[in-house]
């Protein structure tokens, strides 16, 4: 949902810190959006996304390591000051370090969104688009009714699907092919 502004001027953070409690909001190219906190079954799928992925690709725990994983990460860019995908990830090649009491203001290289019932119209018109404009090479749309895993990666401005996933115990998803994925586990 999208929460008009009663002042003159962009959104801010502190308009973010004013929401009440149970709200959460994003401002995303100068428009605050708001919707109610995430409920416990979006939690737990962002929770096991993050660690699934974590373990081998940023801690390099029986894999390549490589990447910065971060649940819920405050990203501040250009005309966005808070963006929060449920999950980032960011290659260290191009983010050698994570910045530490600042925000991150580099675009991620990997999102994941959960869509659930609070958050699926967000995700898909509003965030997915704005990923594909700012140039974030992979998303992940996971979606808990159905029970799928969407992969997508950015080319030429547009995202190619490149498989949907629900059962699979073995999956190789880019851009974390490098070692399976059980897929099939991440259902609450």
């Known amino acids: 949902m999208t929460t008009p502004n009663p002042r003159t001027g962009p959104p801010t953070l502190a308009d973010l810190d004013a929401l009440p409690p149970g709200v959460v909001g994003e401002i995303i190219e100068g428009v605050l959006y708001a ?12 929770t096991g996304i993050s660690g699934d992925v974590r373990g081998p690709f940023d801690l390099g725990r029986g894999g390549p390591g490589g990447w910065w994983i971060i649940g819920e990460p ?22 050698p370090e994570l ?20 958050t699926r119209r967000h995700d ?19 979606d808990i ?17 490149l498989g949907v996933f629900g059962d699979e115990t073995e999956a190789r998803i880019e851009p974390f092919e490098a070692i399976p994925l059980n897929v099939a586990s991440g259902w609450p």
């Open 35 to 46: 919707m109610a906190k995430p409920g416990a079954r979006h939690q737990r799928t962002r």
């Open 124 to 142: 898909l018109l509003v965030k997915v688009p704005y990923y594909a404009k700012i140039g974030v090479s992979y998303h992940w749309l996971v």
């Open 74 to 95: 405050g990203i501040e860019l250009p005309n966005t000051p808070e963006i929060s995908p449920d999950v980032a990830g960011w290659r260290r090649e191009r983010m």
């Open 145 to 161: 009714e159905a029970r799928t895993l969407t992969a997508q990666r950015l080319e030429t401005g547009r995202w190619l699907t």
């Open 99 to 118: 910045p530490i009491d600042e925000p991150i203001r580099v675009v991620p290289d990997w999102v994941c969104e959960i869509l659930s019932p609070r």
